[in-house]
């Protein structure tokens, strides 16, 4: 009997994150299951060094061209190959060296990648929800034509994908997307008006990456999810809900046209959903914590504030109105969090930036793929200059 395990090689795009890193711990625990073949960064060129030196991965890119010749230097003495620049990242996404790819770019650079690993026929698990946010209708169609599997990595949409397994001819009549609320839960804006940039990485259940936690600091992250599901589980707009949950126990739920109502739970560790998405169909043993419910006292639930935190109300006009917008205030919304993270607007502004930006830029009611490249183009440039950057 045949008792050999296929090892299934990983193409790690964004390996420094928080969810690479996560990842990379998650793989070095699964030596038998996962190899490491494709490594990528932007700037944080010293952990990708690190990184590469220990999992020893056939290529790594460093999209930040100037960073190539140190990375390229200290990686001589070994066998992996060495390539720089965005159209590299784009390359290394259609080569045949591996079998998924862990889209974990932040942002919008992770569109391209994204789109040409699946045209090569490459399972995607995806931690980027800003790929189906600008450009959706183009990526769910392309996987489907190509019949890739997509898996999302995010902790809500992963506990989606995890209630509908087995319920494929079920209809489903709403999904719940659970919320913390954020570090501000039940702040009103005269508190928001001097929150500063520190404050706002703070938050209270999970451990993320700089420009996530901002985004869950003004809900928009939630917003972003919606989109992402709509496109993501094939729903209409108004199939799609959110509840603060500050708890963060219950991922989400889906509804049934029954009524009946299937939820995930598990404690806030992003490694969970992460493993289940590179392991997917099987589950894995590990030693992550358990919940242990004789300690949880209570589980509460509440509607988001969404006239305090208007990024919320700007993502759900952009869900149901569709075309360019949701393109366009994704664009918008990365140059404000960049803005504020480098103090030059306050906490509220990004708002009114974002808001500005998606009242001037043309809408498009059905874009190509050119026209999302030009509208997040125009946007980011028109938010750019409402701020001065």
């Given at each position: 009997?045949?008792?050999?395990?296929?090892i299934?090689?990983?193409?790690?795009f964004?390996?420094?994150?928080?969810?690479?890193?996560?990842?990379?711990?998650?793989?070095?625990?699964?030596?038998?299951?996962?190899s490491?073949?494709v490594?990528?960064?932007?700037?944080n060129?010293?952990?990708?060094?690190?990184?590469?030196?220990?999992?020893?991965?056939?290529?790594?890119?460093?999209?930040?061209?100037?960073?190539?010749?140190?990375?390229?230097?200290?990686?001589?003495s070994?066998?992996?190959?060495?390539?720089?620049?965005?159209?590299?990242?784009?390359?290394?996404?259609?080569?045949d060296?591996?079998d998924l790819?862990?889209?974990?770019?932040?942002?919008?650079?992770?569109l391209?990648?994204?789109?040409?690993?699946?045209?090569?026929?490459?399972?995607v698990a995806l931690?980027?929800k800003e790929?189906l946010?600008?450009?959706?209708?183009i990526?769910?169609?392309?996987?489907y034509?190509?019949?890739v599997?997509?898996?999302?990595?995010d902790?809500?949409h992963s506990?989606?994908?995890?209630?509908?397994?087995?319920?494929v001819?079920?209809?489903?009549?709403?999904?719940i997307?659970?919320?913390?609320?954020g570090?501000?839960?039940?702040?009103?804006?005269?508190?928001?008006?001097?929150?500063?940039?520190?404050?706002?990485?703070?938050?209270?259940?999970?451990?993320?990456?700089a420009?996530?936690?901002?985004?869950?600091?003004?809900?928009?992250?939630?917003?972003?999810?919606?989109?992402?599901?709509?496109?993501?589980?094939?729903?209409?707009?108004?199939?799609i809900?959110?509840?603060?949950?500050?708890q963060?126990?219950?991922h989400?739920?889906?509804q049934?046209?029954?009524?009946?109502?299937?939820?995930?739970?598990?404690?806030?560790?992003?490694?969970?959903?992460?493993?289940?998405?590179?392991?997917?169909?099987?589950?894995i043993?590990?030693?992550?914590?358990?919940?242990d419910?004789?300690?949880?006292?209570?589980?509460?639930?509440?509607?988001?504030?969404?006239?305090?935190?208007?990024?919320?109300?700007?993502?759900?006009?952009?869900?149901?109105?569709?075309?360019?917008?949701?393109c366009v205030?994704?664009?918008?919304?990365?140059?404000?969090v960049y803005?504020?993270?480098?103090?030059?607007?306050?906490?509220?502004?990004m708002t009114d930036?974002?808001?500005?930006?998606?009242?001037?830029?043309?809408?498009?009611s059905?874009?190509?793929l050119?026209d999302?490249?030009?509208?997040?183009?125009?946007?980011?440039?028109?938010?750019a200059?409402?701020?001065?950057?």
């Amino acid at each position: 009997m045949n008792t050999t395990t296929t090892i299934k090689r990983i193409a790690l795009f964004g390996s420094t994150g928080s969810i690479g890193v996560q990842a990379l711990e998650v793989i070095e625990a699964n030596p038998d299951k996962f190899s490491v073949e494709v490594l990528t960064c932007s700037n944080n060129v010293d952990l990708l060094i690190q990184q590469a030196l220990k999992f020893k991965p056939n290529i790594v890119v460093v999209s930040n061209e100037e960073k190539y010749k140190k990375v390229k230097d200290l990686l001589a003495s070994t066998d992996t190959k060495v390539f720089a620049g965005e159209r590299a990242l784009e390359e290394v996404a259609s080569m045949d060296v591996y079998d998924l790819m862990l889209a974990a770019i932040v942002g919008y650079a992770g569109l391209k990648p994204t789109l040409n690993a699946i045209k090569a026929g490459k399972a995607v698990a995806l931690a980027n929800k800003e790929t189906l946010v600008v450009a959706g209708d183009i990526i769910m169609q392309t996987a489907y034509e190509k019949r890739v599997p997509i898996i999302p990595v995010d902790s809500e949409h992963s506990a989606i994908f995890q209630c509908l397994v087995g319920e494929v001819r079920n209809p489903v009549e709403k999904i719940i997307l659970t919320a913390s609320g954020g570090p501000f839960l039940g702040r009103k804006p005269n508190y928001l008006v001097n929150v500063k940039r520190d404050h706002a990485l703070q938050h209270p259940n999970w451990s993320m990456g700089a420009k996530i936690s901002i985004d869950s600091a003004t809900l928009m992250n939630k917003g972003l999810e919606m989109i992402e599901a709509k496109w993501l589980f094939n729903l209409k707009a108004e199939q799609i809900e959110v509840l603060v949950h500050p708890q963060s126990i219950i991922h989400s739920m889906v509804q049934f046209e029954d009524g009946s109502v299937k939820g995930q739970m598990g404690l806030p560790d992003m490694k969970l959903p992460i493993q289940y998405a590179l392991a997917f169909p099987k589950r894995i043993k590990n030693d992550f914590p358990r919940m242990d419910f004789k300690k949880i006292r209570t589980l509460t639930f509440e509607e988001p504030d969404v006239k305090t935190f208007r990024n919320l109300a700007l993502a759900i006009e952009a869900l149901h109105k569709g075309g360019n917008l949701p393109c366009v205030m994704n664009a918008a919304n990365e140059i404000a969090v960049y803005a504020f993270l480098r103090n030059r607007i306050g906490f509220l502004e990004m708002t009114d930036v974002i808001e500005e930006t998606m009242q001037k830029v043309s809408f498009l009611s059905r874009p190509s793929l050119q026209d999302y490249l030009d509208s997040d183009a125009e946007a980011r440039n028109y938010a750019a200059d409402l701020i001065k950057l």
